[in-house]
Structures are given as C-alpha cells and as structure tokens.
C-alpha cells in the first residue's frame, strides 16, 4: 500500500474475536473493534479505540490509550487500561473494572446488578439494579451515583472530597 492511502481491513479472528482496524499508508491504528451476537473477547490497542459489544457474554479489554467501551445484553467483563476510559456496561449483571492507573474514567453501570471496580478520581454512575462499588483510593475527584436499588460502596481508603449520592450502603474496610 502506497503511503498516504487508506483501506479498511475486518476480520475475524476465529472464537468469537472480531478485529477491525484502518491502515493508513504503512502503519495500521485499531480504532474501532466490534463484537456479534455471540460470546466475544475484543481488545483495544495502544491508541484510542471504540469498543463495542452486543449480545452474549463478552469480555472487552481496552488496554492503552483513552478508550470507549460498551459491553451491550446480557452478563459483560470490561476492564480499562491506562488513559481516560469510558466504560458502559448497559445491560445484563456486569463487571467493570476502571484499571489502576492515574486517570480519570467515567462508568455507566447499566440495567442489572453490576459489580465495579475504580480507583482514583473515576465517576460511576451505577443505574438500575443492586450494584457495588469497590472504590480504591478514593482521590477528592472520585464520584459515585448509585441510582435505583439496593447498592453497596466499600471503600479501602475515602477521601474527604469523594462525592456520592443515592447510596444506601457505605462501608469503609481499610487497605493492608
């Protein structure tokens, strides 16, 4: 391929992975990865990419770069990488893991009971179902909003800044 053209290039990668990625001269970005009906495991890469799920039992794993991911119907694992990543597990009881990293994520937990992991100063909004955040190092920009339900925070170590509202449970278990 000649520099400075672009082509499009799917494929599938066999059980269930799907990988789409453009080429643009002699270099190739993954910028958007799709799954099917089936049970998928789609990956980011390095860059940014969009991530998209739909239904089945899915595992999506954004890895570098700040990445938008959404796990789609039934019972979805997303997990974020380093960089700000948004993350929606829509419906179905997911789990949602923001990644250990300095950068702010944003979680949309979705319909069903979800379980979501966060760090930092990451904002979670938790939407229907009976959800729980397990909210480590709560940094003084760390949000949660847990919706409609019965919702649980346990905390490992709270900041006094650290936002959230409509919680019913809030535990505090110590790091160590």
């Known amino acids: 391929m000649l520099a400075g053209m672009t082509k499009r290039i799917a494929t599938a990668l066999g059980c269930g992975v799907l990988l789409a990625v453009t080429a643009y001269g002699a270099t190739a970005q993954a910028a958007v990865v799709r799954g099917d009906d089936n049970d998928n495991v789609l990956r980011?890469?390095?860059?940014?990419?969009?991530?998209?799920?739909?239904?089945?039992?899915?595992?999506?794993?954004?890895?570098?770069?700040?990445d938008t991911m959404a796990g789609g119907t039934d019972d979805d694992k997303v997990k974020g990488g380093p960089g700000a990543d948004v993350l929606n597990g829509q419906d179905g009881n997911d789990r949602i893991?923001?990644?250990?990293?300095?950068?702010?994520?944003?979680?949309?937990?979705?319909?069903?009971?979800?379980?979501?992991?966060?760090?930092?100063?990451d904002t979670a909004f938790g939407d229907t179902g009976d959800d729980k955040f397990f909210a480590s190092y709560a940094g003084d920009g760390m949000e949660i909003q847990c919706g409609a339900g019965e919702d649980t925070v346990i905390f490992n170590q709270?900041?006094?800044?650290?936002?959230?509202?409509?919680?019913?449970h809030v535990k505090v278990i110590p790091a160590g």
């Open 44 to 66: 980011g890469t390095a860059r940014a990419d969009s991530i998209r799920a739909f239904a089945g039992n899915d595992r999506l794993y954004g890895l570098q770069g700040p």
């Open 97 to 121: 893991n923001t990644g250990h990293d300095d950068q702010a994520d944003f979680v949309h937990g979705g319909a069903g009971n979800d379980v979501i992991f966060m760090t930092g100063n």
């Open 158 to 168: 709270p900041s006094p800044g650290a936002k959230r509202k409509d919680c019913e």
